[in-house]
C-alpha cells in the first residue's frame, strides 16, 4: 500500500467514523430527553418519514446505494491488496549493445545473503519493492548488540554501491534497515 492509499483510507475512516459518531450521538441525546434534539425529532413530518419506503423512487434509490457502496468497496480494496512488486530492470550489456533483464527480487536476497555472511548477523530478510514511486531493494538485518555498526554500514554501502554499478545507472535504491537484538541480561543469582 502506498503512502497515498494509506492517506486515502485513512480520511474515508474518519470520515465514517465521524458520520457514525454523530448518528449515535444524535441518538443518545434523543433517548436521554436532551431538549434540543426533542425539539428536532418533533418537527419531522412522521407521516412523510413513513411513506418514503412507498414511493417508487426508494427501490432505485436503495439499489442504486448497494452498487455505489460495492464498487467503492471493490475499488478501495483492490487498492489496498495491490503489491508493491517491482519489474525486472533492463540492463544495457556493454560490450554486445544488448539488454540483460534482471530480476531485483533476486538482486534483493543476493545481497542480504551477502550480508548474512557478516560476523553479528543473526538473520536478514530482502524484498524489492516500489517505495515512494522509485524501486527499492529492502534488506532487513537483524544482528548481534555488539556488532561494530560502523564497520557493517561500511559494508552496507559498498553493497548498495556494488548495487548502482551493476544495475548501470538505473534508477533503483537500497535500503538497509539494521534491527540489533536486545542486550543479553546477565542472570543474578541470590546468596
Do not use: K
Amino acid at each position: 500500500m502506498t503512502h497515498r492509499t494509506a492517506a486515502v483510507n485513512r480520511l474515508i475512516v474518519l470520515l465514517v467514523g465521524l458520520v457514525l459518531l454523530g448518528f449515535g450521538a444524535y441518538a443518545i441525546a434523543w433517548d436521554l430527553q436532551v431538549p434540543i434534539v426533542r425539539e428536532w425529532v418533533s418537527r419531522y413530518d412522521r407521516a412523510r418519514v413513513t411513506a418514503l419506503p412507498d414511493q417508487g423512487w426508494w427501490g432505485w434509490a436503495l439499489a442504486a446505494t448497494v452498487v455505489v457502496g460495492l464498487v467503492f468497496g471493490i475499488v478501495l480494496l483492490a487498492l489496498d491488496l495491490t503489491r508493491r512488486r517491482t519489474s525486472a530492470v533492463a540492463v544495457p550489456d556493454r560490450e554486445s549493445g544488448t539488454y540483460v533483464t534482471v530480476d531485483l527480487g533476486s538482486l534483493a536476497n543476493g545481497v542480504a545473503s551477502e550480508l548474512a555472511q557478516y560476523p553479528g548477523v543473526r538473520q536478514t530478510r530482502a524484498r524489492a519493492v516500489v517505495e515512494r514511486g522509485l524501486p527499492t531493494l529492502s534488506i532487513v538485518v537483524t544482528a548481534d548488540p555488539t556488532l561494530d555498526i560502523h564497520d557493517f554500514t561500511r559494508t552496507s554501502e559498498d553493497a548498495a554501491s556494488w548495487v548502482a554499478s551493476t544495475l548501470g545507472g538505473e534508477q533503483v535504491a537500497t535500503q538497509v534497515l539494521l534491527h540489533l537484538d536486545r542486550a543479553d541480561h546477565p542472570v543474578h543469582v541470590e546468596n
